[in-house]
C-alpha cells in the first residue's frame, strides 16, 4: 500500500480511537503529554490491539506497545503497514491535533463528551456507524491509487497561495458565531425524522449517479469545456469591478498546476521539450529548474518556514535564487516582471460576486432565497420525469417540463430573461443604467413600489381574462421596441413625456382610454358650435367580427393613423387654385402631382396637429385667426391672455410649393388661415392645421 493509503487508514484509526476513548478529564495530574500526544498514543494503542488480536498475540498488560506508543519509539520491524504509516506521520498529526484543540479549547471538549447529548449517540449506535463510514470512505479511498496519486500531487503544490489569505475561508467558517446553532439545525434537517430528509437523501441520489457517471475528458484543455468557460469569466479581470485592494491569485491549467508567464533565459523554469508550459517531475507534479532538478524556493508564493521538503528548499549560493517579489508576494525577475500568471482576484466577477453575497445572504434580507424563489418560477413547472445518464443509470426525479411534460428547459422563461439581462449588459451605457437604477432603488424606494403595484395589478386584471391574448407569433413587440427604440434616443422627448405624465389631465387618461377601448360610438364635431356630440353608450359585442361599426373607438384612432402611417397626401394631376372667380394657372393642364402641395406622411402630420408649435427656448407660439405668429408663452392657456381669437399654433404645418401662390394667400385673400379655411369649408385647415380638420 502506498505512503498515502497508510496515512488515510491511519487517520481513520486516531479518529476511531480519540472518539471511543474515555473522556479527557483535564482535572488530572499532567502527564506532560499534549492532547495530540495523548490522541495518537490512545489510538496508537488501539491499533496495535486489533493487530495483536486479529494474530492471537492479546496480552494482559499490552505488551511492548504501551511504551513504544508513549514514548513515540520506532515501530518494529513486525508491525501492520497502517501503524508504521501512523508512526511516520506521527510529527505532523501530533501538531496538527494541537493546533485544532487548543489547551482553552480542551474543558469545552470535555464537557461536550461527557454531555448526555453526546453520549446519547453512542446508545442509538449513531457514533459507530458514522466513525464506521468515516472509515470505510477513507480505506476506500486507499484502496484507489490513482485518488492516492492526486492526493499526494496536491500535498507538492505549496505556495500556490499568499500566506495571508490560505486560510481566509476556513477561518472565516469556523469562527462564524452562529456555526453551532447552524450545524445543529442542519443536522436536525437532514437526519432522519427531520423536515429535509427526503430533499437530503435525493440529493445524495442525484450526487451518487452523477459521480458514478463520470468519465475523463478527452481533451481536458479545450476552451469549449463548461469548466474553462466559466473560470475565464469569474477570472477575467475588469477595471470597473476592483476597489483598489488587490488579491493576487496564481492561474492554474486543467491539471492544477500553476501557469507560467514564461520560460527560457532569466527564468528558473526547465523547458526541454520547448511547449512553454515548463516541465513536470511527472510523480509529484513539481516544476524542474534549469538544472533539472526539483524547483527549488521559486513557489508563486512565499511558502511558510520549514513547510518546503528538503529538495525544495533553497540552497546557499543557489543560482536559481536570484530572483525576488514584489508587495504583493509574486515571483519577479530583476525587472519586475512576474515570473508565475497571476490574476487580481478584486477585479474579477467571483470577488464582486462575493462582495456583493454578503448583502444578499443576509438573513435579515433574506434577498438570495427570494431569488430562488423566483428563479424557481421562472424555470417553469415541476413533475416527476426521468433523466437517463450516458452509463444507462437512471433517475427519475421532480423536473422542470414544459405545457406537455416533456422535459425542455430551452423553451425555459429563465432563459428569455437571461438573454434579456445579457443584451441590457452589452449596452454600452450599461453602467449609467445601472448607477440609475441603483439612485432610483436608493432614492425613491417608494415611487418604484408604487409602480411595481401598478404593474403587478395591471397582470392580474390581465389574468381575469384568458380570452384576451396574444398570438405567439404576433409582431406587436418586434414592431413596438423600435418606436421605444426612437423615443429613447431623443432624451428631450423622453423629458417631455415625462414631464406630460405628471400633469393632472393625464390622470384622466386611463378613464378615457377604458371607455375608448370599451365602446364602438361614433363622435363627430358640431360645425356650427364645435362642440363634440356623441356619448358612450354602444358597447362592442365581441362575439361578432371586429369590422365595421363593431369596433371600439380606439381601435378605430389606431386603424386610421396606422393607414395613415407614410401615406402620402399630394395635389392631384391637374390640378388649380380658384378664389374670387380667378384660376391659377390661367393657362395650361394645371400643377403636376405633387407640385403645389406634398405631405409625405400623414399619421406625422395628424399627430403634430395635436401639439403646439415651439420655439428654441420650448416657449409656446400663439398665433392670430389669420395665422400670424404671436407671442412666445409658457402655457398654452397664455395665449388667450394675449388678446381676443389668439390661440396656440399647431405644430403641423402644410407648405405651398408656389410662391406666387403663397403670396395671394398672405396678402390678396384677407390671410392664410382665414383664406384656407374659407375656401374649402373645413374648419381648421389652415396652414397650421388642427385635429378637427
Same mark, same amino acid.
Given at each position: 500500500?502506498?505512503?498515502?493509503?497508510?496515512?488515510?487508514?491511519?487517520?481513520?484509526?486516531?479518529?476511531?480511537?480519540?472518539?471511543?476513548?474515555?473522556?479527557?478529564?483535564?482535572?488530572?495530574?499532567?502527564?506532560?503529554?499534549?492532547?495530540?500526544?495523548?490522541?495518537?498514543?490512545?489510538?496508537?494503542?488501539?491499533?496495535?490491539?486489533?493487530?495483536?488480536?486479529?494474530?492471537?498475540?492479546?496480552?494482559?498488560?499490552?505488551?511492548?506497545?504501551?511504551?513504544?506508543?508513549?514514548?513515540?519509539?520506532?515501530?518494529?520491524?513486525?508491525?501492520?503497514?497502517?501503524?508504521?504509516?501512523?508512526?511516520?506521520?506521527?510529527?505532523?498529526?501530533?501538531?496538527?491535533?494541537?493546533?485544532?484543540?487548543?489547551?482553552?479549547?480542551?474543558?469545552?471538549?470535555?464537557?461536550?463528551?461527557?454531555?448526555?447529548?453526546?453520549?446519547?449517540?453512542?446508545?442509538?449506535?449513531?457514533? !459507530?456507524?458514522?466513525?464506521?463510514?468515516?472509515?470505510?470512505?477513507?480505506?476506500?479511498?486507499?484502496?484507489?491509487?490513482?485518488?492516492?496519486?492526486?492526493?499526494?500531487?496536491?500535498?507538492?503544490?505549496?505556495?500556490?497561495?499568499?500566506?495571508?489569505?490560505?486560510?481566509?475561508?476556513?477561518?472565516?467558517?469556523?469562527?462564524?458565531?452562529?456555526?453551532?446553532?447552524?450545524?445543529?439545525?442542519?443536522?436536525?434537517?437532514?437526519?432522519?425524522?427531520?423536515?429535509?430528509?427526503? !430533499?437530503?437523501?435525493?440529493?445524495?441520489?442525484?450526487?451518487?449517479?452523477?459521480?458514478?457517471?463520470?468519465?475523463?475528458?478527452?481533451?481536458?484543455?479545450?476552451?469549449?469545456?463548461?469548466?474553462?468557460?466559466?473560470?475565464?469569466?469569474?477570472?477575467?479581470?475588469?477595471?470597473?469591478?476592483?476597489?483598489?485592494?488587490?488579491?493576487?491569485?496564481?492561474?492554474?491549467?486543467?491539471?492544477?498546476?500553476?501557469?507560467?508567464?514564461?520560460?527560457?533565459?532569466?527564468?528558473?523554469?526547465?523547458?526541454?521539450?520547448?511547449?512553454?508550459?515548463?516541465?513536470?517531475?511527472?510523480?509529484?507534479?513539481?516544476?524542474?529548474?534549469?538544472?533539472?532538478?526539483?524547483?527549488?524556493?521559486?513557489?508563486?508564493?512565499?511558502?511558510?518556514?520549514?513547510?518546503?521538503?528538503?529538495?525544495?528548499?533553497?540552497?546557499?549560493?543557489?543560482?536559481?535564487?536570484?530572483?525576488?517579489?514584489?508587495?504583493?508576494?509574486?515571483?519577479?525577475?530583476?525587472?519586475?516582471?512576474?515570473?508565475?500568471?497571476?490574476?487580481?482576484?478584486?477585479?474579477?466577477?467571483?470577488?464582486?460576486?462575493?462582495?456583493?453575497?454578503?448583502?444578499?445572504?443576509?438573513?435579515?434580507?433574506?434577498?438570495?432565497?427570494?431569488?430562488?424563489?423566483?428563479?424557481?418560477?421562472?424555470?417553469?413547472?415541476?413533475?416527476?420525469?426521468?433523466?437517463?445518464?450516458?452509463?444507462?443509470?437512471?433517475?427519475?426525479?421532480?423536473?422542470?417540463?414544459?405545457?406537455?411534460?416533456?422535459?425542455?428547459?430551452? !423553451?425555459?422563461?429563465?432563459?428569455?430573461?437571461?438573454?434579456?439581462?445579457?443584451?441590457?449588459?452589452?449596452?454600452?451605457?450599461?453602467?449609467?443604467?445601472?448607477?440609475?437604477?441603483?439612485?432610483?432603488?436608493?432614492?425613491?424606494?417608494?415611487?418604484?413600489?408604487?409602480?411595481?403595484?401598478?404593474?403587478?395589478?395591471?397582470?392580474?386584471?390581465?389574468?381575469?381574462?384568458?380570452?384576451?391574448?396574444?398570438?405567439?407569433?404576433?409582431?406587436?413587440?418586434?414592431?413596438?421596441?423600435?418606436?421605444?427604440?426612437?423615443?429613447?434616443?431623443?432624451?428631450?422627448?423622453?423629458?417631455?413625456?415625462?414631464?406630460?405624465?405628471?400633469?393632472?389631465?393625464?390622470?384622466?387618461?386611463?378613464?378615457?382610454?377604458?371607455?375608448?377601448?370599451?365602446?364602438?360610438?361614433?363622435?363627430?364635431?358640431?360645425?356650427?358650435?364645435?362642440?363634440?356630440?356623441?356619448?358612450?353608450?354602444?358597447?362592442?359585442?365581441?362575439?361578432?367580427?371586429?369590422?365595421?361599426?363593431?369596433?371600439?373607438?380606439?381601435?378605430?384612432?389606431?386603424?386610421?393613423?396606422?393607414?395613415?402611417?407614410?401615406?402620402?397626401?399630394?395635389?392631384?394631376?391637374?390640378?388649380?387654385?380658384?378664389?374670387?372667380?380667378?384660376?391659377?394657372?390661367?393657362?395650361?393642364?394645371?400643377?403636376?402631382?405633387?407640385?403645389?402641395?406634398?405631405?409625405?406622411?400623414?399619421?406625422?402630420?395628424?399627430?403634430?396637429?395635436?401639439?403646439?408649435?415651439?420655439?428654441?427656448?420650448?416657449?409656446?407660439?400663439?398665433?392670430?385667426?389669420?395665422?400670424?405668429?404671436?407671442?412666445?408663452?409658457?402655457?398654452?392657456?397664455?395665449?388667450?391672455?394675449?388678446?381676443?381669437?389668439?390661440?396656440?399654433?399647431?405644430?403641423?404645418?402644410?407648405?405651398?410649393?408656389?410662391?406666387?401662390?403663397?403670396?395671394?394667400?398672405?396678402?390678396?385673400?384677407?390671410?392664410?388661415?382665414?383664406?384656407? !379655411?374659407?375656401?374649402?369649408?373645413?374648419?381648421?385647415?389652415?396652414?397650421?392645421?388642427?385635429?378637427?380638420?
Amino acid at each position: 500500500m502506498k505512503i498515502g493509503g497508510r496515512i488515510a487508514l491511519a487517520l481513520s484509526s486516531a479518529a476511531l480511537a480519540a472518539a471511543c476513548s474515555e473522556p479527557l478529564d483535564t482535572n488530572r495530574t499532567n502527564s506532560g503529554s499534549t492532547f495530540g500526544e495523548i490522541v495518537l498514543n490512545l489510538a496508537c494503542q488501539r491499533m496495535a490491539f486489533t493487530e495483536d488480536a486479529r494474530d492471537g498475540k492479546i496480552t494482559a498488560d499490552g505488551g511492548e506497545w504501551p511504551a513504544i506508543c508513549k514514548e513515540g519509539l520506532a515501530a518494529p520491524p513486525s508491525a501492520a503497514d497502517s501503524i508504521k504509516a501512523l508512526f511516520a506521520a506521527r510529527p505532523d498529526l501530533v501538531a496538527g491535533i494541537d493546533g485544532a484543540f487548543p489547551d482553552e479549547f480542551l474543558p469545552d471538549l470535555q464537557t461536550f463528551l461527557t454531555s448526555n447529548e453526546f453520549l446519547a449517540t453512542y446508545d442509538d449506535e449513531t457514533a !459507530e456507524h458514522a466513525i464506521d463510514s468515516l472509515i470505510g470512505f477513507l480505506r476506500l479511498m486507499a484502496d484507489d491509487g490513482e485518488a492516492v496519486d492526486a492526493l499526494e500531487r496536491l500535498n507538492w503544490r505549496i505556495g500556490y497561495r499568499p500566506l495571508k489569505p490560505a486560510l481566509g475561508a476556513v477561518r472565516s467558517v469556523v469562527n462564524y458565531p452562529g456555526m453551532h446553532d447552524l450545524l445543529l439545525s442542519l443536522g436536525e434537517a437532514v437526519t432522519k425524522g427531520g423536515s429535509a430528509r427526503g !430533499e437530503w437523501e435525493n440529493l445524495l441520489k442525484a450526487l451518487g449517479a452523477t459521480l458514478r457517471d463520470v468519465r475523463a475528458s478527452d481533451n481536458p484543455g479545450a476552451p469549449d469545456r463548461t469548466l474553462r468557460i466559466a473560470l475565464d469569466l469569474l477570472l477575467s479581470e475588469r477595471a470597473q469591478l476592483g476597489t483598489e485592494r488587490p488579491i493576487p491569485l496564481v492561474l492554474r491549467d486543467e491539471h492544477g498546476v500553476a501557469l507560467l508567464a514564461r520560460v527560457g533565459a532569466n527564468t528558473p523554469f526547465l523547458d526541454q521539450n520547448g511547449d512553454r508550459a515548463g516541465d513536470l517531475e511527472p510523480v509529484t507534479g513539481r516544476f524542474l529548474g534549469s538544472d533539472g532538478q526539483v524547483l527549488r524556493g521559486n513557489t508563486p508564493f512565499a511558502a511558510p518556514t520549514g513547510v518546503l521538503p528538503k529538495d525544495m528548499e533553497p540552497a546557499q549560493n543557489d543560482p536559481q535564487q536570484q530572483f525576488g517579489r514584489d508587495e504583493l508576494g509574486r515571483l519577479i525577475d530583476a525587472s519586475g516582471a512576474p515570473l508565475y500568471r497571476y490574476v487580481d482576484l478584486d477585479k474579477t466577477l467571483v470577488a464582486a460576486l462575493a462582495r456583493d453575497g454578503i448583502q444578499l445572504f443576509d438573513p435579515q434580507k433574506g434577498t438570495a432565497l427570494d431569488l430562488l424563489r423566483g428563479t424557481s418560477a421562472l424555470m417553469g413547472e415541476r413533475a416527476m420525469t426521468t433523466h437517463t445518464y450516458d452509463n444507462g443509470e437512471t433517475l427519475a426525479y421532480r423536473g422542470f417540463v414544459d405545457a406537455d411534460g416533456d422535459q425542455k428547459l430551452d !423553451e425555459s422563461p429563465m432563459l428569455d430573461v437571461a438573454y434579456g439581462a445579457l443584451q441590457l449588459l452589452r449596452d454600452p451605457g450599461i453602467y449609467d443604467t445601472l448607477a440609475l437604477a441603483r439612485k432610483l432603488l436608493t432614492d425613491n424606494e417608494a415611487d418604484l413600489s408604487r409602480l411595481a403595484e401598478a404593474a403587478v395589478v395591471t397582470a392580474r386584471f390581465g389574468n381575469q381574462h384568458p380570452e384576451a391574448e396574444l398570438p405567439d407569433d404576433s409582431p406587436m413587440w418586434d414592431d413596438l421596441l423600435p418606436v421605444v427604440r426612437q423615443i429613447l434616443e431623443k432624451p428631450q422627448l423622453v423629458a417631455d413625456l415625462m414631464k406630460a405624465l405628471e400633469a393632472p389631465e393625464v390622470a384622466q387618461l386611463s378613464e378615457r382610454f377604458g371607455k375608448y377601448m370599451k365602446y364602438s360610438n361614433r363622435f363627430d364635431i358640431d360645425p356650427t358650435t364645435l362642440q363634440v356630440m356623441g356619448a358612450f353608450t354602444t358597447l362592442v359585442d365581441r362575439t361578432r367580427a371586429d369590422t365595421g361599426a363593431n369596433r371600439s373607438i380606439f381601435q378605430r384612432i389606431l386603424h386610421i393613423i396606422h393607414d395613415s402611417n407614410h401615406a402620402q397626401m399630394c395635389n392631384k394631376e391637374g390640378a388649380k387654385v380658384k378664389a374670387g372667380g380667378l384660376t391659377y394657372p390661367p393657362l395650361g393642364p394645371g400643377y403636376g402631382r405633387c407640385d403645389l402641395i406634398q405631405i409625405d406622411n400623414l399619421a406625422v402630420l395628424y399627430v403634430q396637429s395635436m401639439v403646439y408649435a415651439k420655439d428654441s427656448q420650448r416657449r409656446i407660439i400663439c398665433e392670430n385667426a389669420d395665422g400670424d405668429e404671436g407671442a412666445h408663452v409658457a402655457q398654452a392657456s397664455d395665449c388667450a391672455r394675449q388678446g381676443t381669437g389668439i390661440r396656440p399654433r399647431p405644430k403641423a404645418f402644410m407648405e405651398f410649393k408656389d410662391g406666387v401662390v403663397n403670396f395671394a394667400i398672405d396678402n390678396l385673400l384677407g390671410g392664410e388661415d382665414a383664406a384656407l !379655411e374659407g375656401n374649402s369649408g373645413i374648419t381648421g385647415f389652415r396652414r397650421h392645421p388642427t385635429p378637427e380638420a
